[in-house]
């Protein structure tokens, strides 16, 4: 017999910022039904146990949790009761652990993934790209948001194509995040411009800086099994390292084991020095702690930038691969800069010189060194910032950026060639985003992989 399931419910659905009707709307269950549930004034025994299952799962009840609603005790107890039990009551229970077995009596094996500024796909494609031995472990999409039309766009022809609408374009300040849906990872590389090395450094008081907590209220509402958040490594240094400490302290305070790493790509098998902060968070009623996998097995991988825009060659009419018209004053200057330098490290004639005050930032008007993997592709500043090849006068293609970030050539982006740059830019590598997912999933599974400790405190899990 169900002791004071109302109570229950209720708190439930309150603790998820669900109104009965969407409750109604995601269960099938009528408001009006949910509504007397609540009340505690239908039957003792559940006409429907799909109802009971689906209501569990919606608001991340644990198995053992509803059997003591039932008045069952928890499923330890439950085995010497069963035999026990009448005819109704066992099929009730039985109906129960059967509704609910894959998701809480059955480790769960396939995450489904949900994005806070998902950008063009490329964590994406790198979680849903993870493999581990055990290939019962896998991430699919299941929604993804971004404030950018071409953005999503990109993102759902690469990603999802089957199912446009679980790409959601709108400012995630104006968002409903409950009409998003259930999920069991999620993940959110908030913006970084107002953390970025390369800018005004603004931090929680930018434009950009305080959206982490958008990540936060979606891991409060879904309650994920477990998340990734990524943003660039000048994190760690703004206010002092205040600002990581805060954001730590935030993700932990939803319930999660914080795992933070200054990941350095290059030593990951990209093609690009690109350092990022990545975190790892796994909820804390969960038996396990993530590792940080080791680089030791990339360092045979040829990361120069030369094998990665040339071998295999891109075809000529590959996807996003026109040529930037540079002027002539621009290829003149570059025909003076070597591999590896930029214009103001470089031996140019005095007509062809930037003339520029005050701090000169060493990647403008720089080419790549063909031998060493590049420098951080961005997505966004005015000219001189393009990344320029190493032996021609020109800045890079957008499919040559892209295979920077490890973007396979199938991957097409959509919108114009400077919303393209700014997409490729903003992207976490594909194939790093796959290293850091296969680790989690080996975490899930059991699975021991070569390790290296947190290079960022863990005391925020104290």
Same mark, same amino acid.
């Given at each position: 017999?169900l002791?004071?399931?109302?109570?229950?419910?209720?708190?439930a659905?309150?603790?998820?910022?669900?109104?009965?009707?969407?409750?109604?709307?995601k269960?099938?269950?009528?408001?009006?039904?949910?509504?007397?549930?609540?009340?505690?004034?239908?039957?003792?025994?559940?006409?429907?146990?799909k109802?009971?299952?689906?209501?569990?799962? !919606?608001?991340?009840m644990?198995?053992d949790? *509803?059997?003591?609603v039932?008045?069952?005790?928890?499923?330890?107890?439950?085995?010497?009761?069963?035999a026990?039990?009448?005819?109704?009551?066992?099929?009730?229970?039985?109906?129960?652990?059967?509704?609910l077995?894959?998701?809480?009596?059955?480790?769960r094996?396939?995450f489904? =993934?949900g994005?806070?500024?998902?950008g063009?796909?490329? !964590?994406?494609?790198?979680?849903?790209? *993870?493999?581990?031995?055990?290939?019962?472990?896998?991430?699919v999409?299941?929604?993804?948001n971004? +404030?950018?039309?071409?953005t999503?766009?990109?993102?759902?022809?690469?990603?999802? #194509?089957?199912? /446009?609408?679980?790409?959601?374009?709108?400012?995630?300040?104006?968002?409903? !995040?409950?009409?998003?849906?259930?999920i069991?990872? =999620?993940? +959110?590389g908030?913006?970084?411009?107002?953390?970025s090395?390369?800018g005004?450094k603004?931090?929680?008081?930018?434009? &950009?800086?305080?959206? &982490?907590?958008?990540?936060?209220?979606?891991?409060?509402?879904?309650?994920?099994?477990?998340?990734?958040?990524?943003?660039?490594?000048?994190?760690?240094?703004?206010? $002092?390292?205040?600002t990581?400490?805060?954001?730590?302290?935030?993700?932990?305070a939803?319930?999660?084991?914080?795992?933070?790493?200054?990941?350095?790509?290059?030593e990951?098998?990209?093609?690009?020095?690109?350092?990022?902060?990545?975190?790892?968070?796994?909820?804390?009623? !969960?038996?396990?702690? &993530?590792?940080?996998?080791?680089?030791?097995?990339?360092?045979?991988?040829?990361i120069?930038c030369?094998?990665?825009?040339?071998?295999? #060659?891109?075809?000529?009419?590959?996807?996003?691969?026109?040529?930037? *018209?540079?002027?002539?004053?621009?290829? *003149?200057?570059?025909?003076?800069?070597?591999?590896?330098?930029?214009? +103001?490290?470089?031996?140019?004639?005095?007509?062809?010189? =930037?003339?520029?005050?005050?701090?000169?930032?060493?990647?403008?008007y720089?080419?790549?060194?063909?031998?060493?993997?590049?420098?951080?592709?961005?997505?966004?500043? $005015?000219?001189?910032?393009?990344?320029?090849?190493?032996?021609?006068?020109?800045?890079?293609?957008?499919?040559?950026r892209?295979?920077?970030?490890?973007? /396979?050539?199938e +991957?097409k982006?959509?919108?114009?060639k400077?919303?393209?740059?700014?997409?490729?830019?903003?992207?976490? #590598?594909?194939?790093?985003?796959?290293?850091?997912?296969?680790?989690? =999933?080996?975490?899930?599974?059991?699975?021991?992989?070569?390790?290296?400790?947190c290079?960022?405190?863990?005391?925020?899990?104290?």
């Amino acid at each position: 017999m169900l002791q004071n399931y109302g109570n229950v419910l209720r708190d439930a659905r309150n603790q998820k910022h669900l109104s009965l009707k969407e409750v109604a709307e995601k269960t099938g269950i009528t408001d009006s039904r949910l509504s007397r549930l609540e009340k505690n004034s239908e039957s003792g025994v559940w006409k429907d146990m799909k109802e009971l299952g689906d209501l569990m799962h !919606l608001y991340d009840m644990s198995l053992d949790f *509803a059997l003591s609603v039932m008045g069952y005790g928890d499923t330890s107890s439950l085995v010497s009761k069963i035999a026990s039990l009448s005819d109704s009551d066992r099929e009730m229970v039985m109906g129960l652990i059967s509704r609910l077995k894959t998701n809480i009596v059955e480790p769960r094996t396939v995450f489904r =993934l949900g994005e806070l500024f998902a950008g063009p796909g490329g !964590l994406a494609w790198g979680a849903m790209h *993870a493999r581990i031995s055990d290939s019962r472990y896998k991430v699919v999409h299941a929604w993804a948001n971004d +404030f950018d039309e071409a953005t999503c766009q990109t993102y759902t022809r690469n990603i999802c #194509p089957e199912n /446009p609408d679980s790409v959601v374009c709108h400012d995630v300040r104006t968002l409903d !995040l409950t009409t998003l849906g259930p999920i069991d990872a =999620l993940a +959110f590389g908030f913006p970084c411009n107002d953390f970025s090395i390369v800018g005004e450094k603004k931090g929680l008081n930018g434009t &950009y800086g305080p959206l &982490y907590t958008y990540g936060a209220k979606a891991l409060k509402l879904y309650r994920p099994l477990w998340f990734l958040a990524e943003n660039v490594g000048g994190l760690q240094s703004d206010n $002092g390292g205040d600002t990581l400490k805060l954001i730590l302290k935030d993700l932990n305070a939803c319930g999660y084991k914080v795992y933070p790493h200054l990941y350095k790509f290059e030593e990951y098998g990209v093609p690009q020095m690109r350092h990022r902060i990545i975190i790892i968070g796994i909820r804390d009623d !969960l038996p396990y702690e &993530y590792k940080v996998p080791s680089p030791e097995s990339y360092k045979s991988v040829d990361i120069t930038c030369r094998n990665a825009i040339e071998n295999p #060659p891109i075809l000529a009419d590959a996807f996003n691969n026109e040529l930037t *018209a540079q002027n002539e004053k621009v290829v *003149a200057r570059l025909k003076y800069i070597k591999p590896g330098q930029n214009a +103001f490290n470089a031996d140019i004639p005095e007509e062809l010189q =930037l003339k520029v005050k005050g701090a000169k930032i060493s990647q403008i008007y720089k080419r790549l060194d063909p031998d060493r993997p590049a420098y951080t592709v961005t997505g966004s500043g $005015g000219g001189g910032t393009h990344i320029y090849h190493w032996s021609e006068p020109r800045a890079l293609t957008n499919r040559e950026r892209a295979r920077l970030q490890t973007f /396979p050539d199938e +991957f097409k982006f959509e919108g114009k060639k400077e919303q393209v740059r700014k997409q490729i830019g903003m992207a976490v #590598p594909c194939k790093g985003a796959q290293i850091i997912v296969e680790a989690v =999933l080996n975490t899930f599974a059991g699975i021991e992989y070569a390790t290296v400790p947190c290079n960022i405190s863990l005391e925020a899990n104290k």
